[in-house]
């Protein structure tokens, strides 16, 4: 049986120059200091988007707006409404003034609906056309009702 050396050998470790401990040590420093920059500039550009989210959609809102034209001929009422602006417009309701109704047939974009139901919503460049035969005497205007206010046609 052999025995084994009481005193344990090691081998010592090599120099390592002081250069490369502190650029070792100054890249971690580094990347931390990157970490915390992006997390801010994140937080920040949060912070910046909802900001100018909440403060641009009403004025975005306020640029719609809904041009309304109303024709009578030999019986037959008209009314076109085209949507323009950047966002859609919700129709809630048209009246016939100063008193009176209709049976509306609706044209969205030239394409018949089967049924005209308020509400209904246009988008920028849609053009709406309801069509009443027979529309009650004594009606001289028409009044488009959006959430955003009333827009009010003569009828010609």
């Known amino acids: 049986m052999t ?3 009481l005193v344990k050998t090691t ?3 090599p120099k390592v120059p002081k250069s490369m401990t502190k650029s070792l040590a100054r890249s971690g420093e580094f990347n931390i200091l ?5 997390v801010v500039g994140i937080a920040l550009g949060l912070f910046l988007i909802f900001y100018v989210f909440h403060g641009a959609m009403p004025s975005l809102g306020a640029s719609n707006t809904l041009t309304v034209t109303a024709e009578e001929l030999g019986g037959v009422l008209v009314v076109n409404m085209k949507a323009m602006g950047v ?12 008193s009176g109704s209709c049976i509306w047939t609706a044209y ?3 394409q018949q609906q089967s049924t ?7 988008n920028p460049g849609d ?7 027979n529309p009650p005497s004594g009606v001289t205007e028409v009044e488009v009702i959006t959430t955003s206010g009333a827009y009010t046609a003569p009828i010609s």
Not at 127 to 133: D, F, I, K, N
């Open 87 to 98: 966002s859609a417009t919700k129709i809630t309701g048209v009246q016939l003034l100063p």
């Open 3 to 5: 025995t084994k050396p």
């Open 116 to 122: 005209f139901t308020p509400p209904i919503t246009l």
């Open 108 to 110: 969205l974009n030239g």
């Open 11 to 13: 081998k010592a470790m």
């Open 34 to 38: 990157w970490a915390i920059v992006a």
């Open 127 to 133: 053009t709406l056309s309801l069509v009443c035969t």
